[in-house]
Structures are given as structure tokens and as C-alpha cells.
């Protein structure tokens, strides 16, 4: 196991961690060169895959309350413990989950060297720093979504996993929502998208844009669906409840000729999640919410399906196995710890739709200059 070498200023005596409100989960130690030898560790087929979760806000907890149940479901994980700095909420969630509660990253390690994969669910603008202390001391990773605050950090942890061999995974989860993937296999050649995600108003992570915020679940699915670079980005957005945009509707343009329109607003009086497609001879629905596929097929006697009202139109439900999309995408991150495999979401993937997120962010900052927003809050202020 890796040996660490603390720093002997405490936190108080160095003057970045005074400026930072995360500060306990700035890593106070220096790691020795080189890695942990994977080989160590994943000898046993069987050992369970010691775990931790950074961060226990709202995600975090999720994330401690599903490696939880995948245990006692008789996967081959132990979760170790969770790091917060705020240590009444990280004693409540380790007491409930039944395992340690740190106020940092060093506090673990340090006592509990034996991690090896942990999910970073602390606030964006850590997601840098945490990260790369815990690659750095030989423990894979699932960062949640956005990979980074900025595109350069997000290079940097892809740069991080490569040097220090890590697995290394961005936490999209709709990708293992069981609708996106009964609809994968059904891609041809996607053409027109329609996505809307709409949210009641809570006051939960009010820091970004609702681009960021919620938008970049449906970027990254439409992304993979299209499979082809953006070479066009329209983009309006508004600020209504929160000083950052809330409501955002957004066109992008496709070098294969496809075009996919997005809404996402977290002021709704309801709440939808849903992603409609047109390829030819076809329209498919995803239902988020409800794990559900719709197919309708035009044309050809092979056509699948029941008939509907229009004898040109078959329509077919594919079968769908309904899971909690976490549950899915922690086993598939412990799969990939496990076999030292590439992850279903690498990073690059994760850098990819914060990359066009940000695109979008401008494009909407740049139209409201444009048609002088700034002027009209003004004059309603």
C-alpha cells in the first residue's frame, strides 16, 4: 500500500484553503511517486472492491445509499466511507449506511489506505483537486456530472487518468437509464431530435446555468446517438427565479445533416423528461421518467409492430428491464474498476458534452447581448 508523507502546516496556516468554502476536501498530503500496482489488489475475483463516496449532498448520498445496496445484494463491493466537510451531515449519512464518516480526503486515507475506487460528488469547482488527490494516491474514480468547472480542468483529469492508470468514469447517468439503452440498438441514421427535460423549481445547485445544470444529460445522449461533430450551436436562454439562465431552448446542427433542438428549464410546473427522434421510415419516443420506447415504423410489410390507425404505420414497444439508472451505472463503474476495462463513460465522453455545454453557455450569453437583456432587467429591477 501507498505510503503518505502529511504536511506539517495545519489547514489553518495555509492560505489557499481560507478561500475555499470545500476547504476540507483539499488533500493535505503529498503523495509518493508512482502508483499502486493494480495486480495488489484485484487478485481475487471475489474481493470485494473497497469503496467511497466525496461529497454526501443530495448525489452523494444516493451514491452511498446504492454501493450500500449492491453489498447487501451480494455484489462484490464494501463501502468504507464518506467524506464531507460537513461533518454532522457526513456522521448522519455514514450512521445510516452503516460505514466511516471523514471531514477530508487526507482524514481516509490515511486511516483507510485499502480504497480503491471512490465517487466524487463535491461540488463542481473541486471536482479538479479532489479528483486528482485520489488518482494520484492510486484510487479509480466516477466524477459526477459536469466533469469540471472549465474545459481546461476537464483536460487536465483526462490527462490525470492516463498518467497515473486510473479507471476513470463521468458520471452520466442517463446513459444507463434502460430506455436509452433498449434504443441504442434500434439507431440507423438519426436525423431530427426533440428533447425536452423540465423540472419544478428547487433550490439545488444554483450555481450554474440550467445549460449545465440539467441540458447536459440530453447533450451527452444526443451526442452519442448522432455520432457526428456540431458545426452549428443557436442558443436563448433567461434568468427567472436565480441570477444564472433557468430556461434554456438550443438548435445544433450536425455535420451529417441531423438537427436536434433542446429544451431544459428547472421553472416548470411539471416535471418531463423526454427525447424524440426521426430517422428514415421512423419515429422513436423515450419516456426518461417511465423506462419507456415507443417505435413507429412506416412502410414495408417486414415491419415490426401493431398496427395503429394509419395501415402504413406499425407501432412496437421494445422491451424494456426496468433498474435504477445509479445502480446500473455503479455496477458498470465496479465492472470496469474490477477488470481494469475502459468505462462505458470515459471521460473523454464526459469532456465532450462539457465542451458543447459551454459552447451553448456563450452562445446564449452572446444573444442575450445581442438583444439587450441586460437592459430590460434593468428596467424591471
Not at 252 to 280: D, H, I, Y
Amino acid at each position: 500500500m501507498k505510503e503518505f508523507q502529511l504536511l506539517n502546516r495545519p489547514i489553518a496556516q495555509c492560505s489557499i484553503y481560507s478561500r475555499c468554502p470545500f476547504r476540507a476536501l483539499r488533500l493535505q498530503f503529498v503523495v509518493a511517486a508512482g502508483n499502486r500496482p493494480a495486480e495488489n489488489f484485484f487478485l481475487q475475483a471475489n474481493n470485494p472492491i473497497p469503496v467511497a463516496v466525496v461529497g454526501v449532498g443530495v448525489f452523494g448520498r444516493n451514491h452511498a445509499r446504492v454501493y450500500k445496496e449492491l453489498e447487501q445484494q451480494g455484489e462484490p463491493v464494501r463501502l468504507v466511507g464518506v467524506v464531507d466537510p460537513n461533518v454532522d451531515r457526513a456522521d448522519a449519512v455514514a450512521r445510516e449506511f452503516g460505514c466511516r464518516a471523514f471531514g477530508s480526503v487526507a482524514q481516509m486515507l490515511t486511516t483507510h489506505s485499502e480504497v480503491s475506487a471512490a465517487s466524487v460528488a463535491a461540488p463542481t469547482v473541486h471536482h479538479l483537486e479532489v479528483a486528482r488527490g485520489l488518482m494520484e494516491a492510486g484510487v479509480d474514480v466516477l466524477i459526477e456530472k459536469p466533469l469540471a468547472a472549465s474545459l481546461a480542468e476537464a483536460e487536465e483529469l483526462v490527462k490525470l487518468a492516463a498518467t497515473h492508470k486510473r479507471i476513470a468514469q463521468a458520471g452520466h447517468l442517463e446513459r444507463f437509464n434502460p430506455a436509452v439503452r433498449a434504443t441504442s440498438p434500434l439507431l440507423t441514421q438519426p436525423m431530427f431530435f426533440e428533447v425536452h427535460r423540465l423540472s419544478v423549481f428547487t433550490p439545488r445547485s444554483l450555481d450554474v446555468d440550467v445549460v449545465l445544470d440539467l441540458m447536459i444529460h440530453d447533450l451527452d445522449i444526443v451526442l452519442a446517438f448522432a455520432d457526428s461533430p456540431v458545426t452549428e450551436v443557436h442558443a436563448v436562454g433567461l434568468p427567472i427565479l436565480s441570477g444564472k439562465v433557468d430556461i434554456a431552448n438550443v438548435r445544433l446542427e450536425f455535420e451529417s445533416g441531423c438537427v436536434a433542438n433542446f429544451t431544459a428549464s428547472r421553472v416548470s410546473t411539471e416535471r418531463v423528461r423526454k427525447l424524440r427522434f426521426f430517422q428514415p421510415h421512423q419515429y422513436v419516443s423515450v419516456d426518461y421518467g417511465r423506462q419507456e420506447v415507443l417505435v413507429f415504423t412506416v412502410g414495408g410489410d417486414g415491419a415490426q409492430g401493431a398496427p395503429t390507425i394509419n395501415p402504413q404505420i406499425k407501432v412496437a414497444k421494445p422491451p424494456v428491464t426496468s433498474e435504477e439508472p445509479l445502480h446500473a451505472e455503479l455496477k458498470s463503474f465496479l465492472h470496469a474498476v474490477r477488470e481494469r476495462s475502459t468505462p462505458v463513460v470515459p471521460l473523454e465522453d464526459g469532456r465532450r458534452a462539457l465542451a458543447l455545454a459551454l459552447d451553448i453557455v456563450a452562445a446564449i450569453r452572446e444573444h442575450g447581448k445581442k438583444v439587450g437583456l441586460g437592459r430590460i432587467a434593468q428596467r424591471k429591477s
